[in-house]
C-alpha cells in the first residue's frame, strides 16, 4: 500500500502545490489578486475536473486488468479513453467560457470580476492537456507506474514556478501581466505534464514489446460505454464536492476582497492537506482492483481498511497543526493583518473536519476499486447541496456568520459524508474468487 501511496500522495502535493505556488506569486499584488485568482480556479475546475473524472473508470478496469495480467486489456482502455478525452473537451471549454462572465457579475468586486475573467479565459487553454495528463495518469497508476506520476508533478512545479515569475512580473524582456500571466504558466505547465506522462506510458508500453501508437486501438464503443458508467457518477461526485467548494468561494464573493482572500487561503490550505489521503484513495482504489483482478477478496478489504487508517492517522497531525499554529500557516500566503486576525479562526473550522475529509475520500476510493461509483455521488449530492452549502448560505448571510457560518455549513457536509461511505465500505460486497 505504501509503495503506492507515498508517490501518489507526493504527485497530489505536486499537484496541489502548483496552484498554491499561483496564488502566493499573485499574492505581492494584494488581495484583489489573491481573490481573482481563487475565484478564477473555483470557476474553472469544477467542469475541468468533472472532465478529469470522467476517465477515474480507468483505476477499475486497468487495475483489474492488470491484477489479472491481461496487460493488452490495460492498453485498450487507455485508448479509448483518450477518445472521452477529446470528445468532451470542447464540450468543457464552452461551458469555462459562458461560466466566468456569469459568475463575476453583480456583486462581485468589478476589480475582482475583471481579473478573474482574465485569468479564466487564459487557462481554459490549459484544458485538453489537463485531460491527457489525467488520462495517462490514471493508466501509469493502474499499471503499477507510480512514480512517473511523481516525477511530472514535481518538476512541472519548477516549471510552473518559472512562469510565473517571468509572467506575472515581467521578466527576460516579457511584460508584466499579472494574473494573466500566472493564468499563462500554469498552461505551459500542463502541457509539460501531458507531454511527460505520454513519454512515460510509451516507454513503458515499448519494454514489454508493444509499441504504444504503432498498435492504437480504434474506437470501442462497448469499452467506452463501461468507461462511462463507471466515469459519469464517479466525475458527477467529483464535480458535486468541487463545486460546493467553488461556490462557497462565490459566496464568499459577495462578502468583501478580505474575507474572499481569507476564504481562498483557508480553502488552500485544506486543499493542500487533503492531497495526501486524496493520493491515499487513489492507491487504496488501485490495490483493491488489483486484489479483485488476482481474485483475492481477503487482500482487496484489507486494503480498503488500510488506506482508510492511513489517512485518518495522517489528517489528525494535520488537524493539531491548525490547531496550534494557524498563525505560521497564514503568513505563508499573506501578511495582511485583518487576513491574519480572521484566518486564524476559519483554520480552527478546518482543523475539525480533517480527520472526516481524509476518510470520505478514502472510502470513496475504495468503493471505486470495487466498481461502485454511483453510492458517493449521491452521498455527496445529500451532504452539500442538500444540507451542508444551504446550512452554510443561512449561517452566513440570515444569521450574519459571515465566513464561519459557510465553512460551518461545510464542515457539517463533510462529517455526515464520511460517516455515510465509511459505513458503507463496512458493508459493501466484495467478489469472491471463483
Known amino acids: 500500500m505504501l509503495s503506492l501511496a507515498i508517490p501518489v500522495a507526493l504527485s497530489e502535493i505536486g499537484w ?68 472521452i478525452a477529446l470528445a468532451f473537451t470542447p464540450l468543457l471549454m464552452a461551458f469555462i467560457l459562458v461560466a466566468g462572465p456569469l459568475f463575476t457579475g453583480h456583486g462581485v468586486d468589478p476589480v475582482v470580476g475583471l481579473l ?22 490514471r493508466y501509469l497508476q493502474g499499471v503499477g507506474r507510480v512514480r512517473p506520476v511523481t516525477f511530472a508533478l514535481i518538476s512541472a512545479n519548477l516549471v510552473n514556478l518559472l512562469g510565473n515569475w517571468i509572467f506575472i512580473y515581467g521578466k527576460f524582456g516579457m511584460p508584466a501581466m499579472g494574473v494573466r500571466g500566472s493564468a499563462c504558466s500554469t498552461v505551459f505547465a500542463r502541457i509539460y505534464m501531458a507531454a511527460v506522462l505520454v513519454f512515460f506510458a510509451w516507454r513503458h508500453e515499448r519494454r514489454r514489446g508493444h509499441s504504444l501508437f504503432a498498435h492504437w486501438p480504434a474506437p ?34 459577495h462578502l468583501d476582497p478580505v474575507s474572499l482572500a481569507t476564504h481562498e487561503i483557508a480553502l488552500s490550505c485544506a486543499a493542500y492537506t487533503f492531497m495526501v489521503p486524496l493520493g491515499i484513495s487513489a492507491a487504496g482504489a488501485v490495490a483493491v482492483g488489483h486484489a479483485i483482478g488476482a481474485k483475492s477478496s481477503d487482500r482487496a478489504r484489507r486494503a480498503g481498511w488500510m488506506a482508510l487508517g492511513l489517512a485518518v492517522g495522517f489528517m489528525s497531525l494535520t488537524a493539531l497543526i491548525f490547531l496550534l499554529a494557524p498563525r505560521p500557516v497564514l503568513r505563508i500566503y499573506s501578511h495582511d493583518p485583518r487576513v491574519l486576525l480572521l484566518g486564524a479562526h476559519v483554520l480552527l473550522i478546518v482543523a475539525a473536519f480533517q480527520v472526516f475529509d481524509g476518510a470520505q475520500t478514502v472510502a470513496t476510493g475504495a468503493l471505486r476499486g470495487l466498481g461502485e461509483t454511483r453510492t458517493p455521488m449521491l452521498v455527496n449530492l445529500v451532504g452539500y447541496w442538500v444540507i451542508g452549502l444551504p446550512l452554510g448560505a443561512w449561517l452566513c448571510f440570515h444569521l450574519h456568520w459571515g465566513l464561519y457560518g459557510l465553512w460551518s455549513g461545510l464542515t457539517t457536509a463533510l462529517i455526515l459524508i464520511a460517516l455515510l461511505l465509511t459505513w458503507r465500505w463496512s458493508q459493501a460486497a466484495i467478489p469472491q474468487p471463483v
Open 16 to 83: 496541489m502545490t502548483m496552484t498554491v505556488v499561483d496564488v502566493v506569486m499573485v499574492g505581492k499584488l494584494g488581495p484583489s489578486a489573491i481573490g481573482a485568482v481563487g475565484l478564477g480556479n473555483a470557476i474553472y475546475y469544477a467542469p475541468s475536473i468533472f472532465g478529469i473524472g470522467l476517465l477515474l473508470g480507468l483505476d477499475t478496469l486497468v487495475s483489474r486488468s492488470w491484477g489479472a495480467k491481461d496487460f493488452d486489456d490495460c492498453h485498450r482502455s487507455l485508448a479509448q479513453a483518450m477518445y
Open 116 to 137: 478573474t475573467r482574465q485569468y479564466v479565459g487564459l487557462l481554459n487553454l490549459g484544458t485538453l492537456p489537463l485531460l491527457v495528463y489525467g488520462g495517462f495518469r
Open 220 to 253: 470501442d464503443w462497448v469499452r467506452i460505454r463501461a468507461l462511462l458508467k463507471l466515469g459519469v457518477p464517479a466525475a458527477s461526485q467529483v464535480i458535486l464536492e468541487v463545486a460546493a467548494f467553488g461556490t462557497a468561494t462565490i459566496l464568499s464573493a
